[in-house]
């Protein structure tokens, strides 16, 4: 959609890149005008991610995701670009245009109002004499009413047509209901509910939005746990239930539970931090989810074998992230749930105190798996915790818990620590063969980072980026220049340059704000990344940009087919095309 450019340089004006992002990202000021963080885009231990407040634009140099702030809104916040300039003025006090079509928002807008309408009907039905196989359900699991209402749980009848015919009174549609994952299409030309004799739990964003729900089956059918597909507002593998009411907790930390009765289960005992997942294990986007509200995570998921597992992989997600990990060991293979109950909240919260750090688990795991007692046992718990530890950056933690394997074996420290020093030695020559690879091709380096973009022509690639940069930074300097953005090699650099020389054309500001809407987000990233390097100088512009244009011609020029390339040249020396004041 079409936005008019004043408005949306007075919203990227009245939301500086760098405040927005910093409710997001920890920014330190590493060199010259750029910040940087922990990207949220992706793990990593390095910051790789720079704001640059001059420009108004952010970068990341490990995943390549930039733009303006429009842009990182929409990433960020999962959101289309009309809802991101949406959520950006609110926050700025600005009223956006009302003759701005925005079929987006519109669709968007009643899809929540219907998710919120079904919500309701849902509970009305819990609470109504039909919900009596639901209210005893909740009965036999402990769910209190205050909790009832709380996380606004409902019933879904055992119907087919229950929701779809109470959402058409109110004037739904059944494609919107499709649209919104609430009905599915049947055979015969007609739709049914998809959610049937469930007990319901809404999914409720931080904004406090239905986005979604999720049907927990009553009793033992299959599948336990029944999802909304993923639709315009809801995404599973970006969601995480209840975290709209655990982000207002006190605690200091996140305790993450496998299902929503455990969840729910939890809050009602008084640990209001506790989230799960919806129907996945736990995903990448989830964790940085997390860590905006958290620097701790305590995994409570199942003592059986399939929750140990599922707590080994979170460790392996959320570590990455700098947040410290704990795992939750519950005696007697119960879930929080079961252990509530039996137990109470005084036993539950003394495991909370007692639970382990994420390196005394993975060696407590390991340790399970052998006899120490014998010989053969020893050296399977030896090799395979001293293989774990190698991969621990922190020397100190690594030392204590060689100390501690070293005692559990009965071996020599030194002999532990030589056997880690060796794993370490080992993957750092492994990783630095791949880095090496991965150097020795040219052609794979100079790519974009984004796999959806692709140079067929690296040479001319390589300078059509340095005229986008000259342009940006040095506009003056393409007054009267030959050059259109059909002669580049790459579609999307060459619309960029053309977005952007009507703009100075017109007198009017580069600001890669404006272009929000008219390109794809990896597009936008690749301007961003183009606007990261400064080598070129003030002084050294012209002649760069000459040469430039130069190899942009001479390989359009030899892609023709066109083998007279001194003739070509010779022609190029006289005209304008290159950007010189006299054609030289």
Not at 232 to 259: D, P, T
Not at 337 to 355: K, Q, T, V, W
Not at 456 to 463: D, E, L
Not at 514 to 524: H, V, Y
Request: aromatic share 8%.
């Amino acid at each position: 959609m079409a936005f008019p450019e004043s408005f949306l340089e007075e919203l990227s004006a009245r939301n500086d890149i760098a405040d927005v992002v910093s409710n997001y990202v920890h920014l330190t000021k590493k060199s010259g005008a750029n910040l940087f963080g922990l990207c949220p885009f992706h793990s990593e231990k390095t910051p790789s991610f720079s704001v640059n407040p001059e420009r108004q634009i952010y970068h990341c140099f490990g995943c390549g995701k930039g733009g303006s702030v429009i842009n990182f809104i929409m990433e960020i916040e999962n959101l289309s670009f009309p809802d991101a300039v949406q959520f950006l003025a609110h926050r700025a006090g600005m009223e956006v245009p009302e003759d701005a079509p925005d079929e987006n928002k519109s669709r968007r807008t009643r899809m929540l109002e219907l998710n919120r309408a079904a919500a309701r009907f849902f509970y009305e039905q819990l609470v109504a004499p039909t919900g009596r196989t639901a209210q005893e359900y909740a009965e036999k699991r402990a769910i209190s009413g205050v909790m009832v209402r709380a996380f606004g749980l409902g019933y879904a009848p055992d119907s087919w047509n229950a929701l779809t015919d109470a959402m058409e009174k109110l004037g739904y549609t059944r494609p919107e209901m499709l649209d919104a994952g609430l009905v599915r299409a049947g055979k015969s030309g007609g739709v049914y509910d998809y959610f049937r004799s469930r007990l319901m739990f809404p999914v409720i964003d931080v904004r406090g939005s239905v986005i979604g729900f999720s049907g927990r089956v009553l009793g033992d059918g299959e599948p336990k746990y029944l999802n909304s597909p993923d639709t315009l507002v809801y995404s599973k593998a970006r969601s995480l239930f209840a975290l709209n009411l655990a982000k207002k907790s006190k605690s200091g930390y996140i305790i993450l539970s496998e299902g929503n009765i455990d969840v729910v289960s939890l809050h009602q005992a008084g640990f209001d931090s506790a989230v799960a997942s919806l129907g996945t294990s736990l995903t990448s986007d989830q964790a940085r989810l997390i860590a905006r509200y958290t620097d701790q995570v305590i995994i409570a998921y199942d003592a059986d074998e399939a929750g140990q597992k599922a707590s080994q992989r979170a460790i392996g997600i959320l570590q990455p992230l700098d947040l410290k990990v704990k795992v939750l060991r519950i005696p007697g293979s119960k879930d929080p749930d079961e252990f509530i109950r039996a137990n109470g909240p005084s036993a539950f919260h003394s495991l909370l105190e007692h639970s382990g750090n994420q390196v005394e688990y993975r060696l407590d795991n390991i340790e399970e798996k052998y006899d120490l007692s014998e010989q053969e046992g020893r050296i399977g718990f030896l090799q395979e915790s001293e293989k774990y530890l190698a991969s621990i950056a922190d020397n100190v933690v690594r030392e204590i818990y060689i100390e501690r394997v070293a005692e559990k074996a009965n071996v020599n420290r030194d002999a532990v620590k030589n056997d880690v020093e060796h794993f370490r030695k080992k993957q750092t020559k492994s990783a630095k063969k791949q880095l090496d690879r991965n150097a020795s091709s040219p052609l794979r380096a100079a790519q974009p980072p984004s796999r959806q973009l692709h140079y067929t022509n690296v040479r001319s690639a390589m300078a059509e980026r340095g005229v986008l940069n000259l342009l940006c930074r040095f506009p003056e300097l393409f007054n009267g220049v030959m050059l259109s953005g059909m002669d580049f090699s790459s579609e999307p650099m060459g619309r960029l340059y053309d977005a952007l020389l009507r703009r100075v054309q017109d007198g009017r500001g580069v600001s890669p704000a404006t272009l929000e809407g008219q390109f794809a987000p990896e597009e936008l990233a690749l301007l961003a990344d183009i606007l990261q390097n400064d080598a070129v100088t003030a002084a050294a512009a012209e002649t760069a940009l000459r040469d430039y244009i130069n190899t942009i011609q001479a390989e359009k020029y030899k892609a023709s087919g066109t083998e007279d390339l001194r003739g070509y040249a010779e022609k190029l020396k006289k005209t304008k095309g290159y950007g010189g004041k006299d054609g030289n």
